[in-house]
């Protein structure tokens, strides 16, 4: 597979997503990069704004195992992992894969759950494996998680910490539709849709979950050049040197940076990064990794805005 095929591929996989999703370009597309790049996902928006719709909807169209999680406070580690269960018949323990065996992990309301029970997802999005009883168990490949929180309703949630937060390529914000997304939404339902009936829709399986590893391969040959690579490590250390910041961006996000600016390119017909595919990633990588000093907050800035500034303020390569 040639890296610019990625473009028809893409292409292909917003108009099967435009049958059931309205107005969710950016999301969608954010997730698709993911997706490729092998990341993971934190989706914020208040309930009701078509997430879970979003990510299902994802899963069917590289036909990729799905599987929901709804996080509570009373979930247990071994709820997500799995569990040894004695077997009296053969008189042996035999492993209960928990829901974590999976391709795409939708982890709902991730923060209801206590840092135990977040804790037990950081060895799988990172290391893409298992450790149960002394075992190690390798996750199918793709294997993605995509987290979602509310970011109104904090009562009996627990932040999730930097550590865990680093792991996710991306945090995207879904909005409120606008009006006329909204009465198109109306529309479709009027007219019987199901957001529980995907197959009802038509929608069709355009990128094997089997040919990701290929579309992988292709995103690894888009060219980046050295100057480019100066400037997305520029932006980063800006950050840690940001009056407005008390953390900057780590090294990893400097990476994610680099990595996801690959298939943006490739996803938009092209074979090299360009600094302004670098500008149009790195919001979504860093808006949950860098810390707002609160004199900052005070002045009426949020992450997006300190981030616009980084960018304004480090010099574009020629």
Not at 119 to 140: F, P, Y
Not at 178 to 207: C, K, M, N, P
Request: aromatic fraction near 6%; proline fraction near 6%; charged fraction near 20%.
């Amino acid at each position: 597979m040639e890296p610019t095929h990625l473009q028809t591929i893409y292409q292909e996989l917003r108009q099967e997503a435009n049958k059931v999703l309205v107005g969710l370009e950016e999301p969608f597309e954010l997730l698709t990069i993911a997706l490729l790049t092998g990341g993971h996902v934190l989706l914020e928006g208040v309930p009701g704004t078509a997430k879970t719709l979003m990510a299902k909807t994802l899963a069917h169209l590289v036909q990729a195992l799905f599987t929901r999680i709804q996080f509570t406070p009373d979930l247990m580690p071994s709820d997500i992992l799995g569990t040894s269960v004695f077997d009296i018949t053969s008189g042996q323990f035999h492993l209960k894969k928990g829901p974590i065996f999976t391709q795409i992990l939708l982890a709902d309301e991730i923060n209801r759950a206590p840092a135990k029970t977040q804790s037990a997802l950081l060895e799988a999005m990172e290391e893409r494996q298992v450790n149960l009883e002394g075992e190690r168990h390798v996750l199918e490949t793709p294997f993605m998680v995509i987290a979602t929180q509310n970011p109104i309703e904090y009562e009996g949630t627990y932040p999730l910490p930097e550590a865990q937060l680093d792991r996710f390529l991306f945090k995207v914000i879904v909005p409120y539709s606008s009006l006329e997304t909204e009465i198109e939404v109306l529309r479709r339902y009027h007219h019987g849709f199901d957001a529980h009936d995907l197959a009802a829709t038509g929608l069709q399986a355009i990128l094997p979950a089997s040919r990701i590893r290929e579309a992988r391969q292709a995103i690894n040959q888009i060219v980046v050049e050295e100057g480019v690579m100066a400037y997305i490590a520029q932006v980063a250390a800006a950050s840690r040197q940001s009056p407005d910041l008390t953390l900057g961006a780590s090294t990893r996000a400097a990476t994610h940076v680099l990595l996801a600016s690959k298939t943006f390119a490739a996803l938009h017909g092209r074979n090299y990064v360009t600094p302004d595919d670098v500008k149009t990633v790195t919001p979504s990588v860093y808006r949950h990794r860098i810390l707002l000093k609160p004199e900052a907050e005070i002045e009426g800035l949020d992450a997006d805005a300190v981030i616009r500034r980084l960018l304004a303020q480090v010099e574009v390569p020629r």
